[in-house]
């Protein structure tokens, strides 16, 4: 079982900064053994993919609407994961969810689908005023 604790969200100005972090209280496998991802909902959306970070923490992937925009990291040691995110639009307002898959073998894959993770944070939410 995993449960997962967004922190961080807030009202921003247009181009303003936030770090979101998740920590992450595992049983069974080490925190190294779950790829983690951000997702984002905005209202009358569907939930979305942000970015993906593997298990090692060398590989991550985040979608174009965010690229150059938002950083993916994780400290492994800390069981938790972080959204660096950076000249923010009035678009990026949603909640953000933080997503927790198990890989019991290969730690490298990023993973992009909802139906991939099977924990999921109760979300944080994140405002951009224009």
């Known amino acids: 079982q995993v449960q997962l604790v967004e922190s961080g969200g807030g009202l921003v100005p247009a181009g303003g900064s936030l770090r979101l972090s998740c920590v992450c209280a595992v049983s069974g496998y080490p925190f190294s053994n779950h790829a983690m991802a951000w997702f984002r909902q905005a209202p009358t959306k569907e939930r979305e993919f942000v970015a993906g970070?593997?298990?090692?923490?060398?590989?991550?992937f985040q979608a174009n609407s965010v690229k150059g925009r938002f950083t993916i990291s994780r400290d492994n040691t800390k069981n938790t994961v972080y959204l660096e995110m950076n000249s923010l639009k009035p678009e990026d307002t949603a909640v953000y969810y933080c997503?927790?898959?198990?890989?019991?073998?290969?730690?490298?894959?990023?993973?992009?689908?909802?139906?991939?993770?099977?924990?999921w944070g109760q979300g944080t939410q994140v405002t951009v005023s224009s």
């Open positions: 997503a927790a898959k198990l890989v019991r073998y290969y730690t490298g894959s990023v993973y992009t689908g909802e139906s991939d993770y099977d924990y």
């Open positions: 970070i593997a298990g090692t923490g060398i590989t991550t």
